[in-house]
């Protein structure tokens, strides 16, 4: 008696073995609803075990799984299935969840380690250009002064003169009425016409450099990250000492930072896009997304 009250236990632990048949059905599902989002609006078990290569019985059993979570929805027939409005509600959550900061994230952490400086991601926001995101890098004593949610002074740091650089003259003249344009070292420009022909040069090449125009010692780049019809929505930089930035280290980083640039403009254009199909807009002010009134 001892010996056969022990067997079925030893049985019933060894039942996660399954796992591997469980993640094949959890395929065949993810197939199911994929097929189902890109073909739409419905379908009925025959087709979809035809088209997926999948018996009856199978797309049956899923089916009736996934509508009992709210993912798929039976018609009133009971003949054909859709997708269910819990994959949108879920499809809203994923696109709030993904903030510039976000998606810059992880193109920073690379940017960093890549040149081994700090680097940022800077904002316009009205009456100056905002520090959102940054990375100090341990490589260098020197630290970069603008913390995150502090204002750039806008006409002497890179990333601040990408962002200007694209901007209307209006919005520059705006800008600087309420950051005047004052020294910090003898390299600071500070007349509007050099301002303004240095604006020029960074939109011709697609890039800024700060050479110790806001702190002896300190230079950096930066580039745009643009939207549509070359709208302004970040700057990307990279900073630290100025024996860092010559040649062909200032090349290299200069490379980098354009690409990093481009690399994000092209994945918040495909947020854009996904965020548009659901009924989204962006909201300049804050660089997330909320539902559109659009009907």
Same mark, same amino acid.
């Given at each position: 008696?001892?010996? @056969?009250?022990?067997?079925?236990?030893? /049985?019933?632990? /060894?039942?996660?073995?399954?796992?591997?048949? &469980? &993640?094949? #059905?959890?395929?065949?599902?993810?197939?199911?609803?994929?097929?189902?989002?890109?073909?739409?609006?419905?379908?009925?078990? @025959?087709?979809?075990? #035809?088209?997926?290569?999948?018996?009856?019985? @199978?797309?049956?059993?899923?089916?009736?799984?996934? $509508?009992?979570?709210?993912?798929?929805? /039976?018609?009133?027939?009971?003949?054909?299935?859709?997708? !269910? =409005?819990?994959?949108?509600?879920?499809?809203?959550?994923?696109? *709030?969840?993904?903030?510039?900061?976000?998606?810059?994230?992880?193109?920073?952490?690379?940017?960093?380690?890549?040149?081994?400086?700090?680097? %940022?991601?800077?904002?316009?926001?009205?009456?100056?250009?905002?520090?959102?995101?940054? =990375?100090? #890098? %341990?490589?260098?004593?020197?630290?970069?002064?603008?913390?995150?949610?502090?204002?750039?002074?806008?006409?002497?740091?890179?990333?601040?003169?990408?962002?200007?650089?694209?901007?209307?003259?209006?919005?520059?003249?705006?800008?600087?009425?309420?950051?005047?344009? /004052? *020294?910090?070292?003898?390299?600071?420009?500070?007349?509007?016409?050099?301002?303004? *022909?240095?604006?020029? @040069?960074?939109?011709?090449? !697609?890039?800024?450099?700060?050479?110790?125009?806001?702190?002896?010692?300190?230079?950096?780049?930066?580039?745009?990250?643009?939207?549509?019809? $070359?709208?302004?929505?970040?700057?990307?930089?990279?900073? +630290?000492?100025?024996?860092?930035?010559?040649?062909?280290?200032?090349?290299?980083?200069?490379?980098?930072?354009?690409?990093?640039?481009?690399?994000?403009?092209?994945?918040? &254009?495909?947020? *854009?896009?996904?965020?548009?199909? =659901? +009924?989204?807009?962006?909201?300049?002010?804050?660089?997330?997304?909320?539902? &559109?009134?659009? $009907?």
């Amino acid at each position: 008696m001892p010996v @056969t009250a022990i067997v079925p236990r030893r /049985r019933a632990v /060894r039942r996660p073995e399954r796992d591997p048949g &469980s &993640s094949k #059905s959890l395929q065949k599902a993810l197939r199911i609803l994929v097929y189902m989002g890109e073909q739409g609006p419905d379908a009925g078990v @025959t087709q979809l075990a #035809s088209e997926l290569g999948l018996t009856k019985a @199978t797309v049956h059993r899923l089916l009736n799984a996934m $509508e009992r979570f709210e993912l798929i929805e /039976r018609n009133a027939e009971g003949e054909r299935y859709r997708l !269910g =409005l819990k994959l949108y509600q879920l499809g809203n959550k994923a696109v *709030e969840s993904r903030t510039l900061r976000t998606e810059a994230r992880p193109l920073l952490m690379e940017m960093s380690q890549r040149s081994r400086e700090s680097v %940022s991601l800077a904002v316009p926001t009205p009456g100056g250009v905002t520090c959102l995101d940054r =990375l100090d #890098s %341990s490589h260098t004593i020197i630290n970069v002064c603008t913390p995150i949610g502090a204002m750039f002074p806008p006409y002497c740091t890179a990333a601040g003169k990408a962002i200007l650089a694209y901007m209307t003259d209006e919005e520059v003249h705006e800008i600087l009425k309420k950051n005047p344009q /004052r *020294e910090y070292t003898q390299f600071t420009i500070t007349q509007l016409s050099d301002l303004k *022909e240095n604006l020029r @040069t960074i939109r011709q090449r !697609g890039y800024a450099v700060d050479h110790q125009e806001l702190e002896r010692g300190l230079s950096g780049v930066a580039a745009p990250v643009l939207g549509a019809r $070359e709208r302004v929505i970040a700057a990307v930089g990279i900073a +630290g000492p100025t024996l860092r930035f010559r040649g062909k280290e200032l090349v290299q980083k200069v490379n980098l930072v354009t690409e990093i640039a481009a690399r994000l403009a092209k994945g918040l &254009s495909k947020l *854009e896009e996904s965020q548009a199909g =659901l +009924g989204f807009e962006r909201v300049p002010e804050t660089n997330t997304f909320k539902a &559109s009134q659009k $009907e």
